[in-house]
T-cell receptor
Framework: SQQGEEDPQALSIQEGENATMNCSYK?????LQWYRQNSGRGLVHLIL?????REKHSGRLRVTLDTSKKSSSLLITASRAADTASYFC????????????FGQGTTLQVKP | GAVVSQHPSRVICKSGTSVKIECRSLDFQATTMFWYRQFPKQSLMLMAT?????????EQGVEKDKFLINHASLTLSTLTVTSAHPEDSSFYIC???????????FGPGTRLTVT
C-alpha cells in the first residue's frame, strides 16, 4: 500500500533554479527518507530524517519534516541538468523494522 | 559503501514459465531483505519481507504461492515468479539491511517482460 502522496507529480525547471517537492504521509513514522531514481535504474539514497528532527541538510539538499502535519519537503538548490530524475519519499514505520512505504514520486526535469 | 546486486538485470520469458531473480549483498550480511515491484511511471510497492532462515512475510494482496521467496543465506534472497503472465511484467527491486534498520541498500533492479 502507498503511504501518501507527493506533489507536484511533475516539475520542470531551468538549470540554476530551486526545486521543491512535497510529501505527505498517513501513519506514525520513525524516519522519512528521500531517494532518487534515474529512468529505469535503481534507487539512490539521498537523505534520512528521523521523526525527532525538523530539518536536515546535505550539500544542495534540504529536507524538512513536520510530524504534526505529517509532511516533508525536499529542496534542491541551484539545480543541474544531472538532477533530472524521479524523487521518492519513503517512510519507515514506528516499529522500526526497516520496511519502507514509498510515496508516489515527483518527476523532475531540469532544462539546461 | 554497501553494494547490492541483482541478477539478471533483464529477462524475457514466455507466459506460463517461471523466472528466478537473485538479490545478493556483496560486502555485508543481511538478515532482512525486501522485494519491491514497480510498474512503469509508478512508485515502488513493497511485496514482501525476506528473513534469513524463516518464511517471508508478504504484504496484503501479494500471492505468496505465485511469488516464492527464499532467503537461503545471509547474502542471498531469491524471488521466483511462478507461472508468469504478461501482467507480471514489471521492474523488481530488492533491498537489504545490514545492521541498522535505518540503512537500506537497493539493488539495481530486474526488468521482467512476460510475452
Amino acid at each position: 500500500s502507498q503511504q501518501g502522496e507527493e506533489d507536484p507529480q511533475a516539475l520542470s525547471i531551468q538549470e540554476g533554479e530551486n526545486a521543491t517537492m512535497n510529501c505527505s504521509y498517513k501513519t506514525s513514522i520513525n524516519n522519512l527518507q528521500w531517494y532518487r531514481q534515474n529512468s529505469g535504474r535503481g534507487l539512490v539514497h539521498l537523505i534520512l530524517i528521523r521523526s525527532n528532527e525538523r530539518e536536515k541538510h546535505s550539500g544542495r539538499l534540504r529536507v524538512t519534516l513536520d510530524t504534526s502535519k505529517k509532511s516533508s519537503s525536499l529542496l534542491i538548490t541551484a539545480s543541474r541538468a544531472a538532477d533530472t530524475a524521479s524523487y521518492f519519499c519513503a517512510t519507515g514505520g514506528s516499529s522500526n523494522t526497516g520496511k519502507l512505504i514509498f510515496g508516489q514520486g515527483t518527476t523532475l526535469q531540469v532544462k539546461p | 559503501g554497501a553494494v547490492v546486486s541483482q541478477h539478471p538485470s533483464r529477462v524475457i520469458c514466455k507466459s506460463g514459465t517461471s523466472v528466478k531473480i537473485e538479490c545478493r549483498s556483496l560486502d555485508f550480511q543481511a538478515t532482512t531483505m525486501f522485494w519491491y515491484r514497480q510498474f512503469p511511471k509508478q512508485s515502488l510497492m513493497l511485496m514482501a519481507t525476506s528473513n534469513e532462515g524463516s518464511k517471508a512475510t508478504y504484504e496484503q494482496g501479494v500471492e505468496k504461492d505465485k511469488f516464492l521467496i527464499n532467503h537461503a543465506s545471509l547474502t542471498l534472497s531469491t524471488l521466483t515468479v511462478t507461472s508468469a503472465h504478461p501482467e507480471d511484467s514489471s521492474f523488481y527491486i530488492c533491498s537489504a539491511i545490514p545492521d541498522s534498520p535505518y540503512e537500506q541498500y537497493f539493488g539495481p533492479g530486474t526488468r521482467l517482460t512476460v510475452t
